[in-house]
């Protein structure tokens, strides 16, 4: 006879089984996984088809039973359970998130890391309370320099860790979430309690969020000196990697679609970090002659905007297509980006293959 | 009532759109097409799946009224019919064909021209007489300097038109070929006679010769000096396109290919013009593990050579495979090639997306 726990727990196995066959699985254990691209086409991306990265097993935290301690440079720490911060205040906000190996397999000579191509990005309504409410709570001394994460997964040295700068820690669009795209998070996505950093890669949003240290001095854990960051292998100083560099991706006609001759809508995604993207253009075949796409929603800082452009009397034959865009502080997606030895970064504006006929 | 003549077209016209459907279309009007991938599995490809690069409409020259001028500083001024010509002495060649723009569309800014990816490839046995033998009844000047080969395509200004320095005018290789695989030339690949350059980019390999000029200055027409240049773009003076650089091509596994886990073997063809390739090798994943391929056959100077690598013991997941050769002149495949403004031989590295499970 199945106990109530057995239970749940094959219909938790169940709905992550589901959930990964909706995904374009990059590396098995642990589960890594790409959006696949018509998802891209949505909106919001489906949590069920919402790419995975994670550096280690996910690990299984009972929301019931976890508890998150706010300790280090703070008058008063806390220990919270994720029950206590459901009680808000809450905020909700649409965030693209990329990770910072996405486009690695673009890269030559082609770094180690996960081959992602494409598809290491998603947008999702996160809901959650302020990581500046519960620092306030706290009550940060006045020497403080940069906020630790943990997440609850890996190990020694080897923890999941990030910090986060005073001024990214209290802007009031990073989070502790509880929620993505309506439902409490799933065990894939940071169950119960996730860092969301709006405008960062991926790396900065620690899952399974379990202590909150503020600290004094610069911290130097595997995951900010060793990994993500930006390594030209010149013999320079690396730099981190923080802010999601400008970027779009061309949803369809996708890779090698067959299309009719004729009027052809070309459709796709613009985002960049903590910035509004204000301009999308189009190149159809090679050349230097770009064309501006309309966007088709007021664009909003570290949530992608969607952007349509309309390709008239395409002809038979091959042809080839680019989007570039363009961020509200001037920056433009670059035709190459430099190389880096872990192969981060990867915003260069890329060619789709569309057989017209 | 149908005549012979209209007979004999319909029946050429049917030919030709047989062939035109095993091919992967990149242009319709002048007709362009890549050689499907798995065609390059064959050791030779079939002629009906060569790639087909035409700068122009295919121009119909009657064998039996077509007529070859061999003009300019020569003693002896000839006119060949076709039939001349298979007197002989003929040679009999495999020659591996690969368009100068091959690759262009992984050339980051995207340069204009015919979109190709990695199909503008082939390896075919040629029989034809070699020039050096016609120039050697004409007779040469003492004062030459290159020959002239002109195509029945274009017009005026634009028709086809190339030279080849003395040297590899007079090489024994450097054929005027009347088979193909061995049948007659079709209209796609020249007929009824097709000047060989073997280890030269396609376009040194004049279709429909009609007339052959010895110069005594060097030739500027627009296929010479306007095209088929290595313009850097940097305003330092172009350098000619020539001989093709060394490089390999991943056959089996396709792109984005399921294999099962376990032992895949890799396959593909490695070439590079003039020389033999003396080695290639194949990395897994991302990094610089590189490890030595297995060559399938002898090297030949101009022609592919056909390699294997076991991949032992693949694990479930998205991996990336990568070949290099290296030929017997030391030179190895490079990661990336410096860009040029009409984007021409990129011999680069490739990464290839397989997933196993």
């Known amino acids: 006879m199945e106990t109530g726990a057995e239970s749940e727990e094959a219909t938790e196995e169940a709905r992550a089984e589901q959930e990964r066959a909706r995904l374009v699985p990059v590396k098995l254990e642990p589960f890594n996984a790409e959006t696949p691209l018509e998802a891209l086409a949505q909106a919001r991306t489906p949590t069920a088809s919402f790419f995975v990265r994670s550096n280690h097993p996910e690990p299984e935290l009972p929301a019931d039973a976890h508890r998150i301690a706010v300790e280090g440079a703070v008058e008063v720490p806390l220990t919270l359970k994720p029950a206590e911060l459901a009680r808000g205040p809450l905020r909700e906000l649409t965030v693209t998130l990329e990770c910072a190996g996405n486009g690695r397999t673009s890269m030559a000579p082609l770094p180690e ?22 620092l306030g709570r706290a009550r940060l001394r006045p020497d403080v320099l940069e906020v630790l994460v943990e997440g609850a997964d890996g190990e020694g040295s080897k923890r999941f860790a990030r910090t986060l700068p005073m001024s990214k820690a209290l802007h009031p669009d990073t989070l502790l979430a509880l929620e993505m795209n309506g439902a409490p998070l799933s065990r894939a996505h940071g169950a119960p309690v996730r860092l969301i950093v709006p405008g960062w890669y991926g790396m900065a949003s620690v899952k399974w969020v379990r202590r909150i240290t503020v600290l004094t001095r610069p911290f130097r854990g595997h995951y900010q000196s060793e990994r993500y960051i930006y390594d030209l292998g010149d013999g320079r100083a690396p730099e981190p990697v923080t802010r999601i560099r400008v970027k779009s991706l061309i949803i369809a006609p996708g890779e090698g679609a067959r299309v009719a001759p004729g009027r052809v809508v ?5 985002w960049s970090g903590e910035r509004r993207v204000v301009q999308v253009e189009v190149a159809v075949d090679g050349g230097e002659t770009w064309k501006p796409a309309t966007l088709l929603e007021p664009p909003r800082p570290s949530a992608w905007v969607r952007w349509a452009f309309t390709w008239e009397d395409a002809q038979p034959g091959r042809h080839t297509l680019r989007a570039r865009a363009t961020d509200e502080a001037g920056e433009t997606q670059p035709e190459t980006v430099p190389w880096n030895r872990l192969g981060y970064g990867n915003n260069a504006v890329q060619v789709r293959l569309v057989d017209v006929g």
């Open 113 to 134: 890391g996960e081959p992602w191509d494409k598809g290491a990005l998603g947008t999702a309504v996160f809901k959650g309370v302020p990581l500046a409410e519960v």
């Open 266 to 270: 070309v459709q796709g995604v613009a």
